[in-house]
């Protein structure tokens, strides 16, 4: 099974339990999930997919943009 969040219609402020609040991309512009850590460093998700497997879920994001260090 696999379902796919995007994030860029719900308005700023929204809460989303486990992922965080939704607040506006300072690179593009769009709505997202302001994800501090990363292996990338900081993010603005906008979309991800979620797919449930045999031994887990794999959760990938399929639109995001890599913002500067957060100071």
Known sequence: MMT??????????WTISDEGTVVRCPCCGRNGILQEQGICGPRCLHAETTTVLGDGMLVEPTDCCTLPPLR
């Open 4 to 13: 796919i969040a995007i994030f860029t219609a719900l308005p700023e402020g």
